[in-house]
C-alpha cells in the first residue's frame, strides 16, 4: 500500500535556525505532493504543492520544498523559522488519477522557541 | 475566497443520539471529503463525492451516513456512535477529483465528542 513517512516526529529550533523536514513516500507512478501546515487551534492550511515541472516549489511564509523523484523524497525547508511558524507540519501525497485520495504522513510537531 | 465552512464547531452526543454535521463551500468546487482526525494524528480519509455522487467509501462503519445534496453542501448524518469515534471531523473541498492535480481546502472541523 502507499505510505508517507515523515522522519520527525518533534523538531525544537530556536527562532532564526533553519528547518528541514523530511517526507518519503512510497509509490513508483505520478504522484501529487502537499506541504500542509496546521497552527494550533487553527484548520489545515496549504503550505505548497507540487504537480509537475521545477522540483523546487516555494509556498507560503517563506517555506520551500524539493521533489527529488529519484529518493522518492519532498523535504520541506526554511531558512530561518520565527516562533510564529509552531504548529503540526504534514506532508501528503495523492495518487495521480486515483480520486483524489489524499494520504498523509504522520506529522510533524514543530516548536520554535524565541 | 478559498473558505469551507463547518458547523457546529463542537458537538456533544451520547450513543443513542442522531446528529448531522455540515459542511459548505461556495466555490464551485465539485469536488468534496469528509476527513477524520484523532488527536496528535493525521486526517483519515472517509468519504470522497465527486459531481454529488459517492466515489469513495474508505470502509467507514454504517453508523456514518454521508449525504451530498448539492454542488455546495455536505453533510455526516451519525448514530448510534462509540465513545472511540470521538475525533475532529474535517470537511475540505477541490475543484474535482479527476487527476488529483487539486488542491484540498479544508474546513476547520467540528470536535465531536460521544459519551
Known amino acids: 500500500a502507499q505510505s508517507v513517512s515523515q522522519h520527525n516526529h518533534h523538531v525544537i529550533l530556536s527562532e532564526a535556525a533553519s528547518l528541514e523536514l523530511g517526507c518519503n513516500y512510497s509509490?513508483?507512478?505520478?504522484?501529487?505532493l502537499f506541504w500542509y501546515v496546521q497552527y494550533p487551534g487553527q484548520h489545515l492550511q496549504l503550505l505548497l504543492k507540487y504537480f509537475s515541472g521545477d522540483p523546487l516549489v516555494k509556498g507560503i511564509k517563506g517555506f520551500e520544498a524539493e521533489f527529488i523523484k529519484s529518493k522518492f523524497s519532498f523535504n520541506l525547508r526554511k531558512p530561518s523559522v520565527q516562533w510564529s511558524d509552531t504548529a503540526e507540519y504534514f506532508c501528503a501525497v495523492v495518487i495521480y488519477n486515483q480520486g483524489g485520495k489524499l494520504i498523509f504522513g504522520q506529522g510533524t510537531e514543530l516548536s520554535v522557541k524565541p | 475566497d478559498t473558505e469551507v465552512t463547518q458547523t457546529p464547531k463542537h458537538l456533544v452526543m451520547g450513543m443513542t443520539n442522531k446528529k448531522s454535521l455540515k459542511c459548505e463551500q461556495h466555490?464551485?468546487?465539485?469536488?468534496m471529503y469528509w476527513y477524520k482526525q484523532k488527536a496528535k494524528k493525521p486526517p483519515e480519509l472517509m468519504f470522497v463525492?465527486?459531481?454529488?455522487?459517492?466515489?469513495i467509501n474508505e470502509s467507514v462503519p454504517s453508523r456514518f451516513s454521508p449525504e451530498c445534496p448539492n454542488s455546495s453542501l455536505l453533510n455526516l448524518h451519525l448514530h448510534a456512535l462509540q465513545p472511540e469515534d470521538s475525533a475532529l471531523y474535517l470537511c475540505a473541498s477541490s475543484q474535482a477529483v479527476a487527476s488529483g492535480q487539486e488542491t484540498q481546502y479544508f474546513g476547520p472541523g467540528t470536535r465531536l465528542l460521544v459519551l
Open positions: 466555490m464551485g468546487h465539485r469536488a
Open positions: 509509490y513508483g507512478g505520478t504522484v501529487n
Open positions: 463525492y465527486s459531481y454529488e455522487k459517492l466515489s
